[in-house]
């Protein structure tokens, strides 16, 4: 298996290297890295169920895509190439907002990201990567803000702070 690495960056986004991807979740390093947001024309989100073989967050749901750019790649390509890699689509997308989070998780990672909200709207077939994805749903904002205060554990540890950021960048 090929090793992957992320670009490691200051809080102002400057590159200050790179390093193998399960080190810096282990020493919790600032890396940039990218979440998708796709509604449908009834503006509804979709969400997936990262796949129950994930290295953390196995099961959980979270927003329709994220990773982390590759040395050499824009967010934008990024965030095409794994949107296609994960939901089997692609779309036009849109940069909202960038913000930096930490989250831990039990078995010792942390998600230490300055992160990327990228939008997008499409209304065809998702053809999910089985190897990323266990399934994926479409549902309302109201409905899934709702739901993540009273099933909180049922998502990833990011995608309420993301979920938030994305809900204050429609508001400036």
């Known amino acids: 298996m090929e090793l992957e690495y992320v ?14 991807k399960q080190e810096a979740h282990e020493k919790a390093l ?10 449908n024309e009834k ?18 749901w979270t927003n329709t895509c994220c990773s ?6 824009s967010t934008e390509m990024a965030a095409h190439r794994r949107l296609n890699e994960e939901m089997g689509f692609d779309c036009e997308l849109t940069i909202k907002t960038k913000f930096i989070y930490k989250a831990a998780f039990e078995n010792g990672l942390t998600e230490h990201e300055l992160d990327y ?11 999910a990567n089985k190897e990323e994805v ?21 998502y990833t540890a990011w995608f309420s702070i993301i979920l938030e950021n994305y809900l204050e960048s429609l508001e400036s």
Do not use: C, T
């Open 134 to 154: 266990e399934s994926y749903k479409w549902v309302s904002l109201p409905w899934l803000i709702e739901d993540l205060k009273i099933n909180p554990n049922n």
């Open 43 to 60: 503006n509804d989100l979709l969400l997936q169920q990262r796949a129950l073989g994930k290295y953390h967050s196995a099961g959980l």
């Open 30 to 39: 600032l890396h940039r890295a990218f979440s998708i947001f796709v509604f």
């Open 117 to 127: 909200i990228l939008v997008g709207n499409y209304n065809g077939d998702v053809v």
């Open 68 to 73: 982390h750019q590759r040395v050499g790649e």
């Open 7 to 20: 670009i490691l960056v200051d809080e102002n986004d400057q590159e200050i290297g790179k390093m193998e």
